[in-house]
């Protein structure tokens, strides 16, 4: 089970929290947990790869693709004959956990991207693309997914999905968040990576692409191997460290087993317990930065702007590890 809950359960504010509240000080909060140097409120990026899909995946992807692959594959591939898998000094890394794809003014950040073969999401599997984009819903966007031994990419348009609103303004530009879902003819061989492009010349030359977005696999289990975890939204500020330990602890009382964080930026002092819970298995911190924020916009709109890829990302991660 996988319970989404709004970042502003960890609000200062939190009219739970504060009822539920001891009369326990700062101090002797972390004079119980472990001391140690305190690290920049910038946690080190939390994409853990998965223990269960590694093996297959990698077995599935060293082989060459069959003809009979090739065949399937053959409408998507000769889409774009002049495409070419970009280079690593192509990508356009932003902050560290986004990748950029420039098509003119206009702009697509990737957090993340996800293969996903569940039953009820389609008849065949599809790609789960996070973005935050300036483009409108309406643009025509196109997915490049690249296969292990091919050098040219499948390309598919994308059905995009919008849940997220009207979108915030940074400069000139409206920055929306969505969901770029991608259809695959096959189910076999996995893919490995996805590229991303928009506009009207949705068919690219040899260097257009500034995005290869590896595809992340959560591989079924007959039993998910937990029966309750949280996803939290983007957060960000200052928290009194025995208000996080109490809403851990309350939550862990609700039964749940793993909390899920995703930081765009909280403060330092919040440290301590978080490098607690996670020696403990209970907490994860996802690092998750504003892609624009340099930009001096009224900082809880970034934060606003990444609740849905946050709970999104959480919970295509762990679609099969939550009951």
Same mark, same amino acid.
């Given at each position: 089970?996988?319970?989404?809950?709004?970042?502003?359960?960890l609000?200062?504010?939190?009219?739970? @929290?504060? !009822?539920?509240?001891?009369?326990?000080q700062t101090?002797?909060?972390?004079?119980? !947990?472990?001391?140690?140097?305190?690290?920049?409120?910038? @946690?080190?990026?939390?994409? #853990?790869?998965?223990?269960?899909?590694?093996?297959?995946?990698?077995?599935?992807?060293?082989?060459k693709?069959?003809?009979?692959?090739?065949?399937?594959?053959?409408?998507?591939?000769s889409?774009?004959?002049?495409?070419?898998r970009?280079?690593?000094?192509?990508?356009v890394?932003?902050?560290?956990?986004? #990748?950029?794809?420039?098509?003119?003014?206009?702009?697509?950040?990737?957090?993340?991207?996800?293969?996903?073969?569940?039953?009820?999401?389609?008849?065949?599997?599809?790609?789960?693309?996070l973005?935050?984009?300036t483009?409108?819903?309406?643009?025509?966007?196109?997915?490049?997914v690249?296969?292990?031994?091919?050098? #040219?990419p499948?390309?598919?348009?994308?059905?995009?999905?919008?849940?997220?609103?009207?979108?915030?303004?940074?400069?000139?530009?409206?920055?929306?968040?969505?969901?770029y879902?991608?259809?695959l003819?096959?189910? %076999?061989?996995?893919?490995?990576?996805?590229?991303?492009?928009?506009?009207r010349?949705?068919?690219?030359?040899?260097?257009?692409?500034?995005?290869?977005?590896?595809?992340?696999?959560?591989?079924?289990?007959r039993?998910?191997?937990?029966e309750?975890?949280?996803?939290?939204?983007?957060g960000?500020?200052?928290?009194?460290?025995?208000?996080?330990?109490e809403?851990?602890?309350?939550?862990?009382?609700?039964g749940?087993a793993?909390?899920?964080?995703?930081?765009v930026w909280?403060?330092?002092?919040m440290?301590t317990?978080?490098?607690?819970?996670?020696?403990?298995?209970?907490?994860?911190?996802?690092?998750?930065? %504003?892609?624009?924020?340099? %930009?001096?916009?009224?900082?809880?709109?970034k934060?606003?702007? @990444?609740?849905?890829i946050? @709970?999104?990302d959480?919970?295509?991660?762990?679609?099969?590890?939550?009951?």
């Amino acid at each position: 089970m996988v319970v989404a809950v709004s970042a502003l359960l960890l609000s200062t504010g939190n009219v739970l @929290l504060l !009822l539920l509240r001891a009369s326990v000080q700062t101090s002797a909060v972390e004079a119980e !947990l472990p001391a140690g140097p305190t690290p920049s409120p910038s @946690l080190p990026v939390h994409r #853990q790869p998965l223990s269960t899909e590694s093996a297959t995946k990698d077995s599935e992807q060293s082989a060459k693709p069959s003809n009979d692959t090739l065949a399937a594959l053959d409408r998507g591939l000769s889409r774009c004959p002049n495409a070419r898998r970009p280079s690593v000094n192509q990508i356009v890394r932003i902050q560290s956990v986004w #990748q950029l794809q420039y098509i003119g003014v206009e702009r697509i950040y990737v957090y993340s991207a996800y293969f996903d073969d569940r039953r009820a999401a389609g008849v065949l599997p599809s790609i789960r693309v996070l973005v935050l984009s300036t483009f409108r819903r309406n643009a025509s966007i196109i997915c490049s997914v690249w296969y292990g031994g091919i050098d #040219q990419p499948f390309v598919v348009p994308v059905t995009v999905n919008s849940v997220a609103g009207s979108g915030y303004r940074f400069g000139r530009q409206i920055h929306r968040e969505y969901a770029y879902i991608c259809p695959l003819p096959i189910s %076999h061989p996995l893919p490995t990576d996805v590229s991303v492009l928009g506009g009207r010349d949705t068919c690219p030359g040899p260097s257009s692409y500034s995005t290869l977005v590896p595809i992340q696999r959560t591989v079924p289990t007959r039993r998910q191997p937990v029966e309750f975890g949280v996803c939290v939204t983007a957060g960000y500020g200052y928290l009194e460290p025995e208000v996080l330990v109490e809403w851990v602890e309350l939550n862990r009382l609700y039964g749940a087993a793993e909390i899920n964080l995703y930081d765009v930026w909280y403060s330092k002092n919040m440290s301590t317990v978080f490098r607690y819970y996670q020696n403990l298995g209970v907490l994860r911190v996802h690092t998750m930065p %504003h892609p624009r924020a340099d %930009h001096p916009s009224w900082f809880f709109n970034k934060v606003r702007n @990444l609740r849905i890829i946050a @709970l999104n990302d959480c919970q295509l991660k762990y679609m099969y590890r939550y009951r």
